[in-house]
């Protein structure tokens, strides 16, 4: 059911549009907190270790009680609002643009549709456009999740008039040139490693076992997530430590801050000050989150263009026989 399917036919451009939104804003509301924890450890300079006094948080757990103890429950979802827009946005925009692309592909090219490689690209350049699309509401939420008490920004009005007004028009988009750079192979090994592990499911299961669909669409996308997370991961602390430039002040309780002139200063000072290791800070709970998310993310597409089929199937029949 994803990507573009000649033999189908069944979903069009619009449609999944409209189920990459619903899976978004369904699997955005389980990952939140992951999502949350995750730029912490990003954003924070000393080492992830209980050995190092000046070190906020050490691990997931450690990070889970403090966050709940410091700030409330309600902590693991700040920044829910932007979280959701850009879910919701960047799902659409995504899937619409990946059945777009391999429906072209079928039609102008030799290429097969379904081929891992086709995904691939498609998937890449699919998530770019989504990705340009919904960079400032990225950055928006990435300031919301790296506050601490008391807020800079108690809503999200508020914080899109400060930052305009104080930082200008282009801060929307920090932290967009290590985005685009990570995620086009990031989706493109999302979107064929699913392909993958979907064809390699329908060579194992034998045809009279291939019950549970949707729990293999759950499996095969938590599988795809952790692949491409994994080969993908220091470009997302890259953009993480970018996008908070400028908002040094309300990084003061979690430890040291450090500025950036651009992406290429950003490395040599993680490389500089915190060795390889700091490339992969947060790895843990990205990870996590990358199999509970994408796997969410493709279960909840599959299912919502199941749904869109069986409405339509169900109307031309109705229609029919009217």
Not at 11 to 30: D, I, K, M, Q, T
Not at 58 to 79: C, D, P, T
Not at 182 to 211: H, M, T
């Amino acid at each position: 059911m994803v990507g573009y399917d000649p033999e189908a036919k069944c979903v069009s451009s619009v449609e999944a549009a409209v189920a990459g939104s619903a899976s978004g804003l369904v699997s955005r509301v389980f990952v939140s907190p992951l999502d949350v924890i995750k730029i912490r450890f990003q954003l924070q300079i000393e080492q992830l270790s209980s050995r190092n006094p000046g070190a906020k948080y050490h691990g997931i757990l450690q990070a889970v009680q403090r966050i709940s103890q410091e700030e409330g429950l309600i902590a693991f979802w700040k920044g829910h609002v932007p979280a959701q827009l850009l879910s919701v946005g960047y799902g659409a925009v995504q899937f619409m643009a990946f059945e777009s692309l391999t429906k072209l592909v079928h039609n102008v090219t030799t290429y097969n549709a379904r081929d891992s490689f086709v995904h691939f690209v498609c998937g890449g350049l699919a998530a770019c456009t989504a990705t340009v699309a919904v960079q400032p509401v990225d950055t928006l939420r990435t300031r919301f999740a790296a506050q601490g008490e008391p807020k800079i920004y108690p809503n999200l009005r508020h914080a899109v008039v400060t930052m305009y007004q104080t930082e200008g028009p282009r801060t929307f988009y920090r932290g967009l040139t290590p985005t685009i750079i990570a995620i086009f192979p990031y989706a493109g090994l999302q979107f064929s490693s699913y392909n993958i592990l979907q064809q390699f499911s329908e060579w194992v299961i034998p045809a009279e076992e291939k019950k549970g669909g949707n729990v293999k669409n759950l499996v095969c996308g938590s599988c795809a997530g952790i692949i491409s997370k994994t080969l993908t991961y220091p470009f997302d602390l890259f953009k993480k430590r970018l996008q908070v430039g400028g908002f040094e002040r309300a990084r003061a309780a979690f430890g040291q801050v450090r500025m950036y002139r651009g992406l290429l200063d950003c490395i040599r000072q993680i490389m500089r000050e915190e060795g390889v290791g700091g490339f992969f800070k947060g790895l843990s709970p990205s990870l996590l989150k990358a199999a509970v998310s994408t796997g969410l993310v493709f279960f909840w597409y599959e299912l919502f263009c199941s749904l869109l089929c069986a409405l339509k199937n169900t109307d031309s029949t109705t229609r029919t026989e009217g």
